[in-house]
Every structure is written in structure tokens, then in C-alpha cells.
């Protein structure tokens, strides 16, 4: 294996032989069966076939004295392949050798100086390859590169927007089957030129697409159907004048791996999609205000692929007041909208409508909700391309205050039960004290007076009486 345009040389040694002794040169694809010759030579004559080259010669043409039928070669890429050292002395074969040539080409485009912002490609092909594990890029200080195999280009590696310090030395290794070590090594130097930005004037426009959707619902941001090497997601906020506004919300290079993103709302879109191949599209969850123009630009080496989205966002909500409840229906991107209405469940109910601004459309019920108010209420977007989009708010009627006394814990109830009785129980308490106390005072006037009105004659009689109830005792 050698690099291409570095001369090698294809050893083919015999005995010294004397006599009629020629020697033959062929080559063949390893794809076909046809051998191809290169050269003929003999004591007498020599013959150049249909595959020679000037970058083809004998090593010595003296081959018959020194016995050295080596061929030199300075190949191409498209040299690679079987090359055979036929050597006969009277037509009779006497040693013939198979050697495979496998040629290897690096190349990158576009040429140094190299313009910032362009898409530096670097290629790297072996012929044939059928010896070839695998071939790797690295760039300058040694970091691993993503490569591809192409059919046409071979193994294929790419620096997209090239800046000042991607400039330096690029290595292809190539690993030959059987060895884990790299068996042949060929380097780039790149130089970025430092003065000059690259151009991109080649821009393909798909047609502009319009489109809704309600807020927090996920919807898919189409991009062009083109693969590339890179993604830009650019974005005008809804309902802006100026172009001019328009900001780079996601990036993403499918070479070296890096995003970047302004919104936790965006992400690239899965399968189909396939964004490490270069097939994109987003996928966006928005609320009201992340509708606008959305532009999806994709970059395949100097070439520009863009397709543009129109979204308008619907939102609804309700604010309470007092005496009302109002329904708001907000939408945004108002130039793509046709009209926008609110619907009752029963459709033969008509609803007053207002807007209180651009973007919003509001119908208002009185409170207390009768029966006949509740139900879904539908804010219905009609787009101008036809599309429409709706969004439901149900109203209900509130729950009637229930009349019942609160339950109350079972020994709370059983303490309150039990008041009205202690209650009871006191007051017949305190009267007999008070009735006694009046007796015993009568009694005593009635003893200091000599009257004889106690209803006990002695205290013998107080003690023979009978008790008058638990509360007296």
C-alpha cells in the first residue's frame, strides 16, 4: 500500500538465465477477470501493451545479466489493483509472481486558503480497498473525527463552518486488515484564510408553510427534505415588523456533535427524522407568545436549503370578576388568521363577543353559572389557508351550600348533649342550697323568737328524716 504519486517499486528477482528470456508486466481490476498488459521486453525487443504508462518503467533493462525484472511505478489511485511478473525463456513459464498495489489519495476542498465559514471537506480513498479495515481522520492536536464511507469519495470527513483555528495538519490512517496498528499514514495541511468569509449564494426556498396549534401542544417544525451537515433554526416573534429581528434560537452540527439552543421548548425531531445523518426537523412545544415565523435552514457543504413556518398559537382562559366570568380566547401571528369565535355546546344559544385587543376574543357569562350557561365552550380559529383549530373551556355550575350542621366528632357531640344536663343538675344544686339556707335562717329566728314554725320540732326529727333526692344529699 502506498500513497498516490509516491514512487514504489514491485520486486520480481530470478536466476540469471541464458537464452531466449522475456519478461511480462500485466494488471487487472480486482473487480474483473481481464488481464491487461503493461509491457513485453526481450534480449531483442521491447512492447509497450494497452495499460502502460509513462509512470511505469522497468527497473533494469538489463534484466537478463542481473536477473531484476522489478517494475517501477508512480501510481495514480485508479493504478491500484493485481499487477502480475510473468518471466519465460522460449515461451516456457518459469516463475511468475502476484503482487496487489493498493494506492491511497487524500484530498480536501476547498483549496488553501481555505475561506472562514465554509465547509472544509476532507476525503481519503483506497484501491482497490478489499485490504483495508477501516481508515480514520483526526484533526490538528490529535482529536478523532466522524467519518463516512461514500462510494464515489471513499472515507469522507467534514470541518463545517471553518474558523481561524481549524487550520493545521489533518491525519488519515489506514488500518489494513489483520493489524491493529496503522499501517500507512498521509497528511493535510490546511491553512484558513484569515481575510475572507465565504459566500453562500446558493439558496434553494421551499414554499412557505402556515400552520397552528394550541399552547403546550407539541408540533413538528418542518425543514428541508435535503440532508446536510448542518442545522440553523432562526425565529421572528409573532406579529413583527421587521425581518430584521429574527434571531438563531437552535444549531446543530452533525459532524462534531454540538448544539446549541435558546429554548428548553425546542428539540430535534426522531424517526423518521435522523439528525446525526442530516435529516432534520423540530419538534416545539409553545406558549402564546413562541408563535412568529420560524426559519429552518440547512447547509450541505456550499449550498442552502430553507423552508419557512408560519405559526399562530391559541390559547383560552378565564378571569373571574364579581358579577361575570369572562372567557379569552388569545391567538398570535394575526396576519394568517381569518376568524376567530366562541361556541356553545347548545348551539342555539348566542354569545355576546368582544375584544378587549388585537389577538383576543372574549364572551362573558353572568354569575351566579345557571344550568342553562354551563357546559364546553369552544374558541374555534379559522386560518386563511383553510386550516382551523380549536380549543375547549368547560364551565359548571357551582355546588349548592348543603344545610346540614357540620358533624362534629362523636365525643365533642356526646360533651355538648351532656351541657344542657350538668347544666340542669347545677341549678337544681344551687336552689336547694339557697332553700335550705333560707329554712335553717327561718329556724333560727324561730328558736330565738319562741315560735314554733320549723318544720323539724328537734334534731332528733332532723336526724329521723328522710333524705329528699340525690342532689339535696
Avoid at 423518521?272 to 412568529?292: H, V, W
Avoid at 379569552?328 to 361556541?343: G, N
Wanted: hydrophobic residues 35%; contains cysteine; proline residues 6%.
Amino acid at each position: 500500500m502506498v500513497k498516490e504519486n509516491t514512487s514504489t517499486t514491485l520486486v520480481c528477482n530470478g536466476a540469471r538465465l541464458q537464452g531466449d528470456i522475456s519478461i511480462n508486466w500485466k494488471v487487472k481490476s480486482v473487480a474483473t477477470d481481464e488481464w491487461k498488459l503493461i509491457l513485453s521486453a526481450s534480449e531483442k525487443k521491447k512492447f509497450s501493451g494497452g495499460a502502460s504508462k509513462a509512470s511505469m518503467r522497468l527497473t533494469d533493462d538489463n534484466f537478463q545479466d542481473t536477473g531484476n525484472f522489478s517494475l517501477d511505478v508512480l501510481p495514480k489511485v485508479e493504478d491500484g489493483g493485481l499487477y502480475s511478473c510473468l518471466i519465460k525463456k522460449q515461451e516456457r513459464k518459469v516463475k511468475e509472481r502476484i503482487f496487489l498495489l493498493a494506492v491511497l489519495k487524500v484530498d480536501f476542498f476547498p483549496a488553501a486558503p481555505v475561506p472562514q465559514y465554509s465547509t472544509l471537506r476532507l476525503f481519503a480513498r483506497v484501491n482497490p480497498d478489499i485490504s483495508v479495515s477501516k481508515i480514520t481522520w483526526t484533526a490538528p492536536g490529535g482529536l478523532p473525527m466522524k467519518t463516512e464511507k461514500w462510494p464515489t469519495s471513499g472515507t469522507v470527513t467534514k470541518v463545517p463552518q471553518v474558523q481561524n483555528n481549524d487550520g493545521g495538519t489533518y491525519t488519515c490512517t489506514v488500518y489494513h486488515w489483520g493489524h491493529s496498528n496503522g499501517v500507512l499514514e498521509a497528511h493535510v495541511d490546511v491553512i484558513v484564510d484569515a481575510d475572507k468569509v465565504a459566500s453562500f449564494t446558493n439558496i434553494s426556498h421551499s414554499s412557505e408553510i402556515s400552520t397552528a396549534t394550541q399552547t403546550h401542544k407539541s408540533l413538528l417544525l418542518a425543514c428541508p427534505s435535503s440532508q446536510g451537515d448542518y442545522v440553523l433554526l432562526y425565529w421572528l416573534p409573532p406579529d413583527a415588523k421587521k425581518h430584521s429581528m429574527m434571531k438563531l434560537v437552535y444549531q446543530y452540527n452533525r459532524w462534531t456533535g454540538s448544539t446549541s439552543k435558546h429554548s428548553n421548548k425546542l428539540q430535534l425531531a426522531g424517526p423518521p427524522y435522523d439528525p446525526e445523518a442530516g435529516s432534520f426537523a423540530f419538534l416545539l412545544t409553545p406558549d402564546l407568545k413562541e408563535g412568529g415565523l420560524y426559519a429552518c435552514e440547512v447547509y450541505l457543504n456550499d449550498v442552502v436549503f430553507s423552508q419557512r413556518t408560519r405559526l399562530s398559537v391559541l390559547k383560552v382562559k378565564t378571569s373571574h370578576y364579581p358579577s361575570k366570568l369572562e372567557l379569552l380566547c388569545l391567538y398570535s401571528e394575526r396576519s394568517e388568521i381569518q376568524s376567530v369565535l366562541w361556541k356553545h355546546d347548545n348551539k342555539s344559544r348566542r354569545l355576546q363577543m368582544s375584544s378587549n385587543g388585537p389577538g383576543t376574543i372574549s364572551t362573558t357569562l353572568p354569575l351566579p353559572i345557571s344550568s342553562d350557561a354551563a357546559g364546553n365552550y369552544t374558541c374555534i380559529l379559522q386560518m386563511k389557508n383553510g386550516q382551523s383549530i380549536w380549543a375547549v373551556q368547560a364551565v359548571t355550575v357551582p355546588p349548592t351550600e348543603s344545610t346540614t350542621t357540620s358533624s362534629l366528632h362523636p365525643s365533642f357531640s356526646a360533651l355538648l348533649l351532656l351541657v344542657p344536663v350538668v347544666a340542669a343538675a347545677v341549678g337544681v344544686l344551687l336552689w336547694r342550697q339557697k332553700h335550705i339556707s333560707d329554712r335553717g335562717i327561718e329556724q333560727s329566728l324561730s328558736v330565738q323568737s319562741g315560735e314554733a314554725e320549723n318544720i323539724y320540732e328537734n334534731p332528733e326529727d332532723i336526724r329521723q328524716a328522710p333524705p329528699q333526692g340525690s342532689v339535696y344529699m
